[in-house]
């Protein structure tokens, strides 16, 4: 079955990606967010998905279910940066009265196509930044973004197509806080994640600028580091020679692969919420959190000068893994 049918959450219209492994819902009016992801053969979640009751949650911090864009990610010190002679303030609305996760939150996409074919189906939807007073008051500079998510049997291929509509250079980054669920079994997941160091953070979670040795978490680029025992809220850095891929497995080989263009991504987050029980966020970044504050070297930060009439496409895909034998 590859189609895509329509369903609801709280009164809101939700499309939902159908494969013979997977279904995938999207709630295009709040977010455009992916809130699910079904394993059907396992009749099993895979994200933290919002139940309807958590309404209210949702709408406050909706990067807490499922797989959220975030555009920035992560914080950004008083919400205040510089870009060539323009300066930004956000708004202060984390904790020290910083910024966090940027100005996507809960703005309603429009759906533009649905498609269905032989080999899977697809959707895309498209925001204008310039519609959103809230946004664009903090960016001035429109943007126009279209998310294209396809699916392919046991694969979910994510497309976020950014389109300058301004007239200055402005800086761009973006991410996912993606939220896999672990089940409470922590020690029965594996994760595997190339990397070459930690970002040294102040207490506060800001990145310094310095790079540190991975120490123990160097087990995660030789086999795996098992979940057990584990708290994270750690940025790690891609190595120039390292995939930016995250295999994420369970004692009995069933698991994800989760990917991103190596071209833009250049971080991960790592996020348990606490120690490690029911969730293990794998968050890929084009940019270090706090990016334009921490250096200029944009190849060290992954900061994009994005200029008037660019197009950008960056790309993840998510694959379901089972075992040889169930």
């Given amino acids: 079955m590859k189609q895509v049918t329509k369903g609801q959450w709280n009164g809101y219209d939700t499309y939902i990606l159908h494969s013979s492994e997977l279904e995938v819902t999207l709630l295009p009016r709040l977010g455009n967010h992916v809130i699910s992801i079904r394993d059907l053969r396992r009749q099993r979640e895979v994200l933290r998905r919002p139940e309807e009751s958590d309404l209210d949650f949702y709408m406050q911090k909706p990067y807490h279910f499922g797989?959220?864009?975030l555009i920035p990610p992560g914080r950004i010190r008083d919400g205040r940066f510089a870009f060539g002679e323009d300066e930004y303030q956000?708004?202060?609305n984390g904790t020290g009265g910083h910024h966090i996760?940027?100005?996507?939150r809960t703005q309603s996409w429009c759906v533009?196509?649905?498609?269905?074919?032989?080999?899977?189906c697809a959707l895309t939807a498209e925001l204008r930044t310039e519609n959103d007073p809230n946004w664009i008051r903090q960016f001035p500079e429109p943007l126009v973004l279209e998310m294209t998510l396809r699916l392919q049997g046991a694969s979910l291929t994510q497309t976020l197509r950014?389109?300058?509509a301004g007239k200055r250079s402005v800086p761009f980054g973006m991410g996912y806080h993606t939220w896999f669920l672990i089940d409470g079994e922590p020690e029965r997941w594996h994760l595997k994640l190339p990397v070459s160091g930690i970002y040294e953070q102040?207490?506060?979670l800001l990145p310094s600028g310095r790079l540190l040795p991975l120490g123990e978490l160097e087990a995660l680029n030789n086999g795996g580091s098992s979940l057990s025992g584990t708290n994270f809220d750690t940025p790690l850095r891609i190595g120039d020679d390292q995939p930016a891929e995250a295999l994420l497995l369970r004692e009995d080989g069933y698991g994800l692969r989760y990917t991103a263009d190596r071209r833009y991504f250049r971080h991960w987050v790592l996020y348990t919420k606490g120690p490690a029980d029911q969730y293990l966020c794998i968050e890929p970044y084009t940019w270090l959190p706090d990016a334009p504050n921490v250096s200029d070297d944009a190849d060290f930060t992954g900061l994009i000068a994005l200029d008037p009439g660019q197009t950008l496409e960056l790309s993840t895909m998510l694959e379901l893994i089972e075992p040889e034998a169930i």
């Fill in 67 to 69: 797989v959220p864009l």
């Fill in 90 to 92: 956000f708004d202060r």
């Fill in 101 to 104: 996760h940027g100005l996507h």
């Fill in 112 to 120: 533009s196509d649905i498609q269905e074919d032989e080999d899977g």
């Fill in 162 to 164: 950014v389109t300058h």
């Fill in 202 to 204: 102040s207490p506060d």
